[in-house]
């Protein structure tokens, strides 16, 4: 059995998002009903996860925005840097959205997204969240991006601290969710 949370709530305040206990067949049968659909994922810091991470850039305008090709550059570099985590090969898929238009802190702002995943392994949250807070260099970063922001981490450990609701390819989910 899956949960999944209908998350609306930035756009209907005063609304509670549907919740669904839903098992695969059911979910195919109605998830293109719920565009704002997401993955409610409450694990506590001892449970089994597949290792994941998020990279989050944003810029204050889309002049700002890498163009698609540097997008890749970026995204394969970030992908290599999870990889080099790992003593050894891993399998990596990925999802990332194209450059948005988001409202952040009250401001308009564009921001581009990747999430990784490691096939066939497994941690725990709190060992993830410990795992990311490693030293990552950025001596080999791309030229073009040598000046953007990467805050405190190049991942977003903030995943790891409490339950998510986790974004599906081709839905939406606003900031606030």
């Not at 049968?29 to 659909?37: A, I, T, W």
């Not at 305008?61 to 163009?67: E, F, G, H, K």
């Not at 997204?113 to 410990?130: D, E, I």
């Amino acid at each position: 059995m899956f949960h999944f949370t209908d998350c609306y709530k930035g756009s209907l305040k005063t609304k509670k998002p549907i919740e669904f206990h839903w098992n695969l067949s059911q979910f195919f049968e109605s998830h293109e009903n719920y565009p704002f659909l997401c993955e409610f994922l409450k694990v506590t810091d001892s449970q089994k996860i597949k290792p994941f991470v998020d990279f989050d850039l944003k810029f204050d305008d889309l002049i700002s925005v890498p163009d698609p090709a540097q997008i890749i550059l970026l995204y394969n570099w970030v992908s290599s840097k999870f990889a080099d985590l790992f003593s050894h090969p891993v399998h990596i898929i990925r999802a990332y959205r194209e450059p948005a238009q988001i409202k952040h802190n009250n401001k308009n702002i564009w921001k581009i997204s990747l999430r990784l995943w490691v096939v066939g392994h497994s941690t725990t949250r709190a060992q993830l969240k410990k795992f990311l807070h490693l030293y990552l260099p950025l001596s080999d970063l791309p030229d073009f991006a040598k000046n953007f922001n990467f805050g405190k981490h190049l991942f977003d450990v903030s995943v790891y601290s409490s339950d998510r609701k986790m974004n599906f390819v081709g839905k939406f989910k606003d900031s606030s969710d």
